[in-house]
């Protein structure tokens, strides 16, 4: 997958020949919009639950932070951080982020805080 990481629409079809589709649940357009949470061409590899649910179902391995109690969700700097520095599909959950690149995963849970692992690593 390392050739395709950054290309939503090589990924949507990587992920569609994968998931087999033998009962057209999905075209490439509702799959595309479905999958990821901001499809733009600029837009980030934040995905959707379904997008999550999919990627887990195809047994893509992913590891979890957990976001402490009280975490504002909605924090604009994480987000868009995430969206313009990660370059592999992640979910933004509830309560975790789920990565699907271990090395992230690793970092951010060594660190023990996002925000400032995106500040260490990516910059302000």
């Given amino acids: 997958m390392s050739t395709v990481k950054r290309n939503k629409e090589e990924l949507t079809h990587l992920l569609l020949d994968l998931h087999g589709n033998a009962d057209n649940e999905y075209d490439y357009k509702s799959a595309f919009n479905s999958w990821w949470y901001n499809t733009r061409d600029s837009g980030g590899l934040r995905l959707t639950a379904t997008g ?22 909605h924090n604009k700097r994480v987000i868009l951080g995430l969206d313009r520095k990660i370059s592999w599909p992640y979910y933004y959950g509830k309560h975790r982020i789920s990565f699907f690149n271990s090395q992230d995963a690793m970092m951010v849970n060594l660190t023990g805080d996002v925000e400032k692992w995106l500040t260490n690593n990516f910059g302000p």
Avoid at 54 to 59: E, F, R
């Fill in 52 to 73: 999550f649910h999919i990627m887990k179902k195809l047994k893509f391995q992913h590891w979890d932070f957990e976001l402490p109690e009280g975490w504002n969700r």
